[in-house]
């Protein structure tokens, strides 16, 4: 077959996915009361349809020419020197903490019994890598309206065995990365920031406003259906670090030394020459491990469905600060039943959710109004984990008091696992939808 035939048979199955898409996934239709309002969702065209068909006829199935050119362009976007794909945001955790116990940065690895300073305020996927891999979380509490930590206590939670900093951006909303990264370069600390629910957000450090996620010396996304994009499944390490971005492709490529792509022989030149261990010279470079890793590749459809997104990651950034603002100012007035949230200082955060906390005095409980709003069809959502170490995986550590250790009382965490959701601002809401929200927890409180 010639390539113009071959050409031709491509647009051909791509014109006729695009048909199936415009009859099949038709635009959001105009809101009506009684509708189901997610708290977030894919939003998608015609585009990832394409780059997802073009994908799959090569049947290139691990990562190829799409998922190169996603991480080329994701780190453009971000202003980092490197980025790494691969199929999850838990995964991108997991790497990016696993990245910190290599042997190849000396005394400064982390190694068992060395404790991490996070929040238990937090998704589990922030934690769990610190957990498994037998280093010690240490918890500090979060302040409340900006629901990130509480930088009064880092001094007290830091110790001899601390080794880094671990701590997600919540909602999108940054962290005082200031302080954080000030203690961090002070006591000479890993950061690492979790982005995942950040895309986007930028924040204010000495005059120059960066990316989150960038700033630390390692950070991830998730691309999960929710997120600020997406790809089905899917995550990023960055770093602009080459030495942790070598160690992360190496725990996600099985723990090879070699650095060639997929499906490339010899990019050194050396494959067949070179000293290993107490391997025989000349051992094949593609088969020397430097460490013990994983397979935690993404495919090639998902980075062309990323590819896609990755264009309207802007305009989606924008919409979410929009429907963030139109529900702060809708809500204007309900202070006395409801904490309202805030930006931290010196951010722009790209925000993933609007979280409320019931007030003391309001007259009624989180679980009140939780259920008059998913009854009226506005699906809710807690906080994540709202105190991470009261549920069932801590039951064993609780029991035994080790495994990890708490500064202070933790008591605005527990004000979030009890009186703390949020509703969503993904770029699927339209603006009916947005007032619908607005309307049905201003009636809540009227009728109460």
């Known amino acids: 077959m010639s390539g113009d035939q071959e050409n031709e048979l491509r647009r051909q199955a791509i014109a006729a996915a695009v048909t199936y898409h415009h009859s099949q996934h038709s635009p959001i239709k105009s809101f009506e009361p009684g509708d189901r309002i997610p708290y977030a969702g894919r939003v998608f065209d015609e585009a990832e349809i394409a780059n997802l068909i073009d994908a799959s006829l090569d049947f290139w199935l691990t990562a190829g020419r799409y998922a190169y050119q996603f991480e080329k362009r994701f780190a453009e976007f971000l ?13 991108a955790n997991l790497l990016a903490l696993m990245a910190l116990t290599s042997p190849k940065l000396g005394e400064r690895r982390l190694s068992p019994g060395d404790e991490v300073i996070t929040v238990a305020a937090a998704f589990p996927t922030t934690v769990a890598p610190i957990v498994q891999y037998g280093a010690v979380p240490v918890f500090v509490d979060v302040e409340i309206p900006s629901y990130n930590i509480d930088c009064r206590y880092l001094e007290q939670a ?7 900093v671990m701590l997600a951006h919540t909602l999108g909303n940054p962290f005082d990365l200031q302080q954080v990264k000030a203690f961090c370069d ?3 600390l890993w950061l690492v920031e979790d982005n995942c629910d950040s895309l986007g957000s930028r924040y204010l450090l000495d005059g120059i406003w960066r990316y989150t996620g960038t700033i630390g010396d390692l950070g991830t996304s998730s691309f999960y259906p929710p997120h600020h ?30 650095w060639c792509p997929s499906g490339r022989d010899n990019s050194c030149g050396r494959r067949f020459e070179q000293q290993f261990g107490e391997l025989p010279l000349g051992y094949d470079h593609k ?28 305009s989606f950034i924008e919409v979410r600060k929009q429907n963030w603002r139109k529900l702060r100012d809708g809500l204007s007035g309900l202070e006395e039943c409801f904490i309202l949230p805030e930006a931290g200082p010196n951010s722009d955060p790209s925000w993933f959710g609007f979280p409320l906390t019931v007030c003391k005095g309001a007259g009624f409980t989180r679980d009140n109004i939780v259920s008059h709003l998913e009854a009226n069809g506005v699906q809710t959502r807690m906080l994540f984990a ?18 990890y250790r708490v500064v202070g009382d933790l008591e605005n965490t527990d004000t979030i696992m009890r009186d703390t959701f949020w509703i969503g601002v993904y770029p699927g809401m339209t603006e009916g939808m947005l007032d619908f929200m607005i309307e049905t927890i201003k009636r809540f409180t009227s009728i109460t």
């Open 79 to 91: 202003q980092i020197e490197h980025c790494s794909l691969v199929n999850s945001g838990s995964s």
């Open 158 to 164: 830091l110790s001899s065995r601390t080794k880094a």
């Open 186 to 188: 002070r006591n000479a």
């Open 229 to 258: 994009m997406t790809m089905g499944e899917g995550g990023a390490v960055y770093t602009s670090d080459p030495l942790l971005k070598r160690i992360v492709e190496s725990l996600r490529d099985w723990g090879r030394d070699c």
């Open 287 to 314: 088969y020397v491990y430097s460490h013990f890793g994983y397979n935690l590749k993404a495919t090639e459809m998902q980075a062309a469905i990323g590819c896609a997104q990755l264009q309207k990651l802007p």
């Open 386 to 403: 709202g105190n991470l170490i009261k549920h069932p995986c801590f039951d064993e550590m609780r029991k035994s008091g080790e495994g």
